[in-house]
T-cell receptor
Framework: KQEVTQIPAALSVPEGENLVLNCSFTDSAIYNLQWFRQDPGKGLTSLLLIQSSQREQTSGRLNASLDKSSGRSTLYIAASQPGDSATYLCAVRFFGAARQLTFGSGTQLTVLP | EAQVTQNPRYLITVTGKKLTVTCSQNMNHEYMSWYRQDPGLGLRQIYYSMNVEVTDKGDVPEGYKVSRKEKRNFPLILESPSPNQTSLYFC??????????????FGPGTRLTVL
């Protein structure tokens, strides 16, 4: 079964810290991997999309990496701010299930001022 | 502004009373999809549509219907809602159904409570 796992479920850090969120997936045959941010009671905002052929993508203070062979992706957030507090979701588009995204359960991040 | 809109945002109803949640996108996307989000279960796909008049089941289609008569609209219909359909619902769209560069855009969500 194709699954996506995110550990830890929750993370609390002081403002200014650099941090890494982890995502693992069970099948290396993927089209792409996407990181989303979800604020409480709100929709999902796409942060970064990494194509299967890519190793990383960057946007501002965010950097996402992809290692297909090990089934892992990380989202690096530099110089965290209280406004970064949200739930971060990892989603994978697997071969054989291309019509949907398979989501992890998310990491709830709290950045303390 | 490119966006996916959903209505209503919040809905409280009673068991058995038919309801429709609308979804509309203004990006000329071919692919549209509905997900539900439940604590501990994450987001699960209900139905998706590859294009006008083309729809198919996702992982949890029971109790739901959809239609795609126009490219921009993809309503979710609950013919006889039950309490186990209480959830947060998201509509999503992307340019195409697959492809390595295709980003999915999500609506703001509809919080449904069935009493």
């Amino acid at each position: 079964k194709q699954e996506v796992t995110q550990i830890p479920a929750a993370l609390s850090v002081p403002e200014g810290e650099n941090l890494v969120l982890n995502c693992s997936f069970t099948d290396s045959a993927i089209y792409n991997l996407q990181w989303f941010r979800q604020d409480p009671g709100k929709g999902l905002t796409s942060l970064l999309l990494i194509q299967s052929s890519q190793r990383e993508q960057t946007s501002g203070r965010l950097n996402a990496s992809l290692d297909k062979s090990s089934g892992r992706s990380t989202l690096y957030i530099a110089a965290s701010q209280p406004g970064d507090s949200a739930t971060y979701l990892c989603a994978v588009r697997f071969f054989g299930a291309a019509r949907q995204l398979t989501f992890g359960s998310g990491t709830q991040l709290t950045v303390l001022p | 502004e490119a966006q996916v809109t959903q209505n209503p945002r919040y809905l409280i109803t009673v068991t058995g009373k038919k309801l429709t949640v609308t979804c509309s996108q203004n990006m000329n996307h071919e692919y549209m999809s509905w997900y539900r989000q439940d604590p501990g279960l994450g987001l699960r796909q209900i139905y998706y549509s590859m294009n006008v008049e083309v729809t198919d089941k996702g992982d949890v289609p029971e109790g739901y219907k959809v239609s795609r008569k126009e490219k921009r609209n993809f309503p979710l219909i609950l013919e006889s809602p039950s309490p186990n359909q209480t959830s947060l619902y998201f509509c999503a769209s992307s340019l195409m159904a697959s492809g390595s560069t295709d980003t999915q855009y999500f609506g703001p969500g509809t919080r449904l409570t069935v009493l």
